[in-house]
């Protein structure tokens, strides 16, 4: 049996930000959602990068497709095959069978990615907010709190899309776009 180790947000400005929305219940979600994203897209220059890999845009065009279970299973092994994985792959691979799956009927496979990686950057630290001088007073508050955050997220996203036809886009000029847009009020 493995064991796993929570890795916490770095102490920098950005992160104390986020640390503050997870604190003061009078800062909006929305607030909450925008210091999340310049506090993840500051602390690691590669996040860009990783966005604009083939295992990430691969994954993204192949859950905009109905795709049966065996032939998601085939694509993630030939993806897997690439040896080109990072972190952010990871987290495509997911989007992608959450949406063959289908699961965020309503929503785009970069909404998905987009929520799956918000879950990720809240599920860090936001357990070390939850008591009595804290927004979140119980367990229960968390996950309402974290799905709160990835709603807004998806809302930010999905409106982007829209205004500026995303749809009609290589993921290499729309990523910038998302990405920019979720770090901006």
Known sequence: ??????QSSPNTGGWKAVSACYTNGNLSIERTATELWRAASKQDASLFEQLSSGVV?????????PLSKEAVAEKIVQIGALKQNTFLGEFAKRALLIKAA??????????????????YFVSRDVPGYVGPSYRCKTVADIRA?????????ARKVQ???????LASKRWAEAYPVVLKSLQTT
């Open 145 to 153: 709190l974290k799905e709160k955050i990835g709603n807004a997220v």
């Open 159 to 165: 409106a982007v899309e829209r205004s500026e036809n």
């Open 57 to 65: 845009s691969e994954c993204l065009k192949m859950a905009a497709q």
């Open 102 to 119: 289908g699961g965020y009927q309503g929503e785009t496979p970069t909404c998905v990615l987009f929520r799956q990686l918000t879950d």
């Open 1 to 6: 049996m493995g064991t796993s180790v929570s």
